[in-house]
C-alpha cells in the first residue's frame, strides 16, 4: 500500500495551488484521509480531514480559504488552497487510513510535497 501526493510548488501571496493525494497498492478500503504539514523548524500540524462520507474538519488557520475534497472511486483527496500566505510555506503531507485484506487498520503516509509561497 502507497500514499503519495502531488501538485506542490512556488506560488505568490495571494495566489492559488492544488495539491492531490492517493492511496494505492493492495487494499480493501480507504477511509479518513487527512492533510497535515511541518514547516521549517516546527512540528507537523493538522490541515484538514475528509471522511468517506465528506465530512470535512478544518485548522482553524486554513478555515474560509483551503478545501479538502474527494473522489472515493479513485482513494483520491484533493486539497484546494486559496489567498496562500507566506505562512503557508511548508511540506504537505496525506495520510490514509487503509483497512487491507485481513481487515488490520491502519494509518499510511506520504512522502509530502513542497509548498513554497513568497513573492
Known amino acids: 500500500v502507497q500514499v503519495a501526493e502531488s501538485g506542490g510548488g512556488w506560488v505568490q501571496p495571494g495566489e492559488s495551488l492544488g495539491l492531490s493525494c492517493r492511496a494505492f497498492g493492495s487494499l480493501f478500503s480507504v477511509h479518513k484521509m487527512q492533510w497535515y504539514r511541518q514547516a521549517p523548524g516546527k512540528e507537523r500540524a493538522f490541515v484538514a480531514s475528509i471522511t468517506e462520507s465528506g465530512d470535512r474538519v478544518y485548522a482553524d488557520s486554513v478555515r474560509g480559504r483551503f478545501t479538502v475534497s474527494r473522489d472515493n472511486a479513485k482513494n483520491t483527496i484533493f486539497l484546494e488552497m486559496n489567498m496562500l500566505k507566506p505562512e503557508d510555506t511548508a511540506v504537505y503531507y496525506c495520510?490514509?487510513?487503509?483497512?487491507?485484506?485481513?481487515?488490520?487498520?491502519?494509518?499510511?503516509w506520504g512522502k509530502g510535497t513542497q509548498v513554497t509561497v513568497s513573492p
Open positions: 495520510t490514509a487510513e487503509i483497512l487491507d485484506w485481513e481487515l488490520n487498520r491502519k494509518d499510511h
